[in-house]
Structures are given as structure tokens and as C-alpha cells.
């Protein structure tokens, strides 16, 4: 595939989850997570039922890559949005922001250790500017800290430490979405690998989802918040992970992590286009930071040098 083919889809996957991301909120305060999330793989396997068959020229699926798939789900799909759900209510939505700008460069790290791509100085500089530009544009945010959380504790630590512990481990999972989701494409396609880390997490939740349904008034929701919800299946498990996929295929994970500036960027761009919220000057300072780093990410290489 063409690079700067490969650059879009990457840029188009996270700027689609930060679009459900910011337009799923009427979801979550009129269903339970986990049977929003039971929905949301149910939608995108009835989406993606042609694309389980597994082609002629795929070889049989190791036991090894069975691993790596159920670790892409189980890591990706389901413990991140466990891990992230619970931690942003345990802590502040500064902190949340903050931590979650480590994103690209918890993506290079891993790489290299278990990918063992070379990070160069290009790379390195475009992974410093998306963490600063996110983590800027968080800053810049309300506290939404409460008093209730504040000062009580567990195991003897303050729940808001407990939250960002949380928000951290989502960060690895995120991370480890990327360098696994590397692996997988080297033996699999974008679809197929879709279909099945879908089917996964399908499987996951399913028994969550279905004790959430017995006691869940279907008859209260509305026409507009089904075709929500179908948006939310679609783009959750269908559209974006067969973008980022395919984009993976080409690119570096290490250079990849840095397009998870666009989901800030788009979320952002939701609240301000449909929300009525407003940018202040830090903040598009915070995304103008943010892009350069992209665009020194996905700049041509020189001919004599790597830069990744």
C-alpha cells in the first residue's frame, strides 16, 4: 500500500473513535457500559459475518497467533475500556487527559523492546510533540474532582491515585493494542483480523452484557438512540479497526501511535461543531503542537537516513 494511503487511514481510524468517543456520551447515561459494549460487538459481527471466513491463500491459524488475537481483544477491546470507565471516575479529568498523552510514547517503547524497531530522532521528536500537545490541551480542561473522591482512600491509598493507576494500565493496553495489532498483520488481513478480535470481545462480554439486559427497559429508548447506537457498533468495531489495520500494515507501530493525536483533535472538534463548546488560545496552541508532530511524523525520509 502507498504511505501516505496507509498515513490516512491511521489519521481517519483515530479520528473516528474520537467521533464516538465525544458522541457516545447520551449512550452511556441511558444504558449500562457493559451492555453498551455487548451491543456495540453484536452490531459489528453481524457487519462483519463475511468477513470470518477465512480466505485460500491465509495459512492455519498457530497457536501463537490465536494468543496474540485474544490478547488484541482482551487488551484493546475489553480491558482498556474497563480500565479507562472506572479510572476517569476515580480521578480527574486533568489527570486522565495527562496520562493518557503518554499514548505514543508507551507505543515506542514497546516496539522497540518487543517489535525491535529503531526509534530515530525524526520519530522520537514527532512523539515528544503529540505528548506535549495533548497533554497541554488536558490541562487546560475543568477539574471534575469531587470531594467524595478526593479524600477517601482504598488499601490505604487515595482513589484518585487508584484512577490514574487505571488510566495508566488503559495506556498500556492501548499500547499493546498497537505492537500486537503490528504482529497480527504480518500473517493476516485487516478484515480478518477485525472479524475475530470482534468475535473475541463478543465472547468476553457477553455473559456482563446479558445479566444488564434482563434488568434493562428496552421499550424506553428512543429510534434516534438505536440509530446511535448502530453508528457507535459500526464505528467502534468495524470501521476503525479496519482502518488502523490496514494502515499498520505499511507503517511502523512506533510512527502509528503518534496518529493517536487525532482523537483528542477530533473529539475536540465534535464539541465544537455539535456541543456548543468553545477552544480557548492554549488549547488550539495545545493542537497545533500536537499536529506538527504529525506532520514531522509523516514527513519523507532522506534518502541517506531512517528515520524510524
Known amino acids: 500500500m502507498n504511505r501516505w494511503l496507509a498515513y490516512l487511514c491511521l489519521a ?9 468517543v465525544a458522541l457516545s ?4 447515561a441511558a444504558m449500562p457500559v457493559f451492555l453498551l459494549a455487548w451491543l456495540r460487538f453484536g452490531i459489528g459481527g453481524l457487519a462483519m459475518a463475511r468477513w470470518l471466513r477465512k480466505p485460500a491463500d491465509e495459512p492455519p491459524l498457530t497457536p501463537r497467533t490465536r494468543a496474540l488475537l485474544f490478547l ?7 480491558l482498556f475500556s474497563v480500565c479507562m470507565l472506572f479510572g476517569v471516575k476515580l480521578t480527574t479529568a486533568v489527570a486522565a487527559g495527562v496520562i493518557m498523552s503518554a ?6 517503547v514497546l516496539s522497540a523492546v518487543f517489535l525491535h524497531e529503531r526509534i530515530g530522532k525524526r520519530s522520537a521528536g514527532a512523539i515528544v510533540l503529540a505528548a506535549i500537545g495533548i497533554g497541554l490541551f488536558s490541562l487546560t480542561k475543568a477539574d471534575t474532582a469531587t470531594a467524595a473522591t478526593a479524600d477517601a482512600t482504598w488499601a490505604g491509598l487515595p482513589l484518585p491515585l487508584w484512577g490514574n493507576l487505571l488510566i495508566f494500565a488503559a495506556v498500556v493496553c492501548e499500547a499493546s493494542y498497537v505492537v500486537i495489532g503490528k504482529r497480527l498483520t504480518q500473517g493476516l488481513g485487516p478484515k480478518r483480523i477485525s472479524s475475530l478480535i470482534n468475535l473475541v470481545g463478543f465472547a468476553l462480554v457477553t455473559p456482563m452484557g446479558l445479566w444488564a439486559a434482563l434488568s434493562f427497559d428496552f421499550a424506553s429508548v428512543s429510534a434516534s438512540f438505536w440509530l446511535l447506537l448502530v453508528f457507535y457498533g459500526l464505528a467502534a468495531s468495524v470501521w476503525t479497526v479496519w482502518l488502523w489495520m490496514t494502515g499498520l500494515k505499511t507503517v511502523p507501530a512506533a510512527q502509528a501511535g503518534v496518529f493517536t493525536v487525532m482523537l ?3 473529539a475536540a472538534a ?3 461543531l455539535f456541543m456548543g463548546e468553545r477552544l480557548t488560545n492554549v488549547q ?3 493542537f497545533g503542537i500536537a499536529l506538527l508532530g504529525l506532520v514531522l511524523a509523516t514527513l519523507p525520509a532522506p534518502s541517506n537516513a531512517a528515520t524510524h
Open 103 to 108: 499514548i505514543p510514547a508507551v507505543v515506542a
Open 264 to 266: 483528542p483533535v477530533s
Open 72 to 78: 488484541e481483544s482482551f487488551l484493546g477491546n475489553f
Open 284 to 286: 488550539m496552541l495545545a
Open 12 to 20: 481517519f481510524s483515530m479520528a473516528l473513535v474520537g467521533s464516538y
Open 270 to 272: 465534535i464539541g465544537v
Open 25 to 28: 456520551k447520551p449512550l452511556v
